[in-house]
């Protein structure tokens, strides 16, 4: 089984997960390591991923053709966020749970008069609205990070005045950066990873290994399948690679109508960590 650091990835191929966008930064260490990724994508998203042309080694993948929403979807993402903001205050993930869910839904759907009649529909639907409000959510974090970097690394505003050459701190020294992956609540998570496996699971290959820039879903996976997680790298300013093989069991009630115990389940599950 492999659990632990890996300094050579080499040659290998991988699917991005559950993340459908890749950080400028995070592409250049990944494809500097693997030979190939993959990038999932719901239905009307743009790709952002960095690709410059058709030699790119990322490779786009979305949803199967019978999960596409309505092409007035974006119309609905419009209403749902407008929705949000009025009703509960804007948060990446609202209520998805039982009735509220779909009352939510089916009010934004009367609101652009989207007709959707099939349960099925309506749950790809709940995965594209999750996965393009996480898309949003992961891009706003990382832009904020990138422009407090910048001020962090610029001249304070305050060296001139106070007549200093070279001042030892800067004012936003104490000012956090999330490095791109912030702690991320557990129902959150599990959320948008079964969104990510309703609309991409069937389309995904055995053997294939997942590969993820957030330390919450290594260690989420790690639990749900009660795998040991391995340790960082303890070398600063390199980027190693952790990974673990989770079983698939042969027989395990858990695993009836759980898509992401059932998606996870003989996979590679591989963090990039850039320390």
Partial sequence: MTTGPIQNMKHRTAILFPHSYLPGAARDR???????????QPWYMGASTGAESTDDPITILRPPEDLKPPENFRKLLSEYRLWMSQNQGYTPLPTWGGEDATWEIRRALRLTKMEIRDPVDEQALKWHLILHLERE?????ISTDEMLLRVKAGRSPLADALGEANPSRSLFDDLPVSNSHPSIE????????EAWFGLFGRSIPD???????SPDVLSYAAELFGTRLPEPSTKKGTTS??????PRPLADSRFENNSVLTGLSGRTLILVDCG
């Avoid at 959510?137 to 974090?141: A, G, I, Q, S, T």
């Avoid at 690679?241 to 989770?246: E, G, H, N, Y």
């Fill in 30 to 40: 990944i494809l500097s390591s693997f030979t190939a990724i993959t990038v999932c």
């Fill in 207 to 213: 053997g294939v290994s997942l590969l993820t820039i």
């Fill in 186 to 193: 557990e129902r959150h998570l599990r959320l948008v990873i």
């Fill in 137 to 141: 959510l992961e891009e706003d974090r």
């Fill in 241 to 246: 690679f952790r990974a673990i093989d989770l």
